[in-house]
């Protein structure tokens, strides 16, 4: 009973990250969101007895995919703008 | 009303994707005894004739070989790619980029704990039959030991002769395997070497062989990732 309350706090932490990843203007924080989505994954994946999966996730998803984003958004713009969006989509249906 | 179709296509999909789930019980029938042959054969050839402790590596490298060559394959057009597409775009440190000096503990602790995961990585590749991991998860581990050097230290080059030659070797290495199998054994990838006792060290034939060389040609392409990354103009 107590593994299943577990896991289900893990989906849920889960899917709370991924909102909170996509509502996120600041770019930094949506890519550490992310990361703790992978994080969280991979407990899950040990969990269900994939230790060979969740030390994959672990080392890509939360290592090198996360640090890779972040060299991403240091070389270009750190907050999503939101003007700029909408100009870009009226441009594209005129 | 696009909304509203997407959502009632979405649901039916995902009504029908759950029954399937429910009718097969969700890895439940599986597990029992005999009504897989498949799986009972893999379990039994991993112990029996290839005497590998961990089954997910004798799939993934014996009897699934194949796969694995092409995966590596597809991980190193990859990354030939990136590096195609960023090769001209090299800058020096100190420009607008993320190479800055970092203060004296984090080069300090950098340097202490290199080695450390560098000799983790290689535990989990060399280890790759005894126990969970293999050759993808350590080299992925050795690369965040050269990602965490290279964030420390401005200065930390890696050559990329040595990262050529490196990869080069393992894939030769996979491959030439796969090929004296093919030759000796009658199918590519085929045992060819003494397959030892259950839990050894060496014990599994060409196993170790084949996962050390996949590990020492992920660590060398990822660390050619993250060094071409970290030094492209932004």
Partial sequence: MIYFILIIVLFLLMIGAAVYSIRQKDLLYATIATGIISLVLSVLFYLLQAPDVALTEAAIGVALTTIIFIITIRNTVRYEDESDNKEKFKSGVK | ?234
């Fill in chain 2, 1 to 234: 009303m696009k909304k509203f179709v997407v959502i009632l296509l979405l649901a039916v999909m995902g009504y029908y994707i759950s029954a399937i789930f429910f009718d097969i019980g969700f890895g439940n029938s599986h597990l029992v005894e005999g009504i897989s042959p498949v799986k009972d054969a893999y379990l039994e050839e991993t112990v029996n004739t290839l005497s590998v402790a961990n089954t997910v590596t004798s799939i993934v490298v014996n009897f699934r070989g194949f796969d694995t060559l092409g995966e590596v394959t597809v991980l190193f057009l990859a990354v030939t790619a990136l590096g195609s597409i960023l090769y001209k775009k090299r800058h020096q440190a100190g420009d607008r980029s993320v190479l800055f000096s970092a203060s004296k503990i984090v080069t300090s602790g950098s340097k202490l704990l290199f080695p450390a995961i560098v000799l983790l990585g290689a535990y989990v590749f060399i280890h790759g039959h005894l126990s969970p991991g293999g050759g993808f998860q350590g080299g992925v581990i050795i690369a965040t030991g050269f990602l965490l050097m290279l964030l420390a230290y401005e200065n930390f080059t890696v050559g990329h002769n040595a990262l050529s030659v490196i990869e080069s070797l393992a894939g030769i290495t996979f491959a030439g395997v796969g090929m004296w199998g093919l030759i000796y054994g009658g199918s590519f990838l085929e045992n060819f070497l003494p397959v030892g006792t259950l839990n050894d060290l060496f014990s599994g034939g060409v196993i170790p062989i084949i996962y050390i060389a996949v590990g020492f040609k992920v660590a060398a392409e990822l660390t050619g990732v993250i060094y071409t990354v970290l030094h492209e103009k932004g």
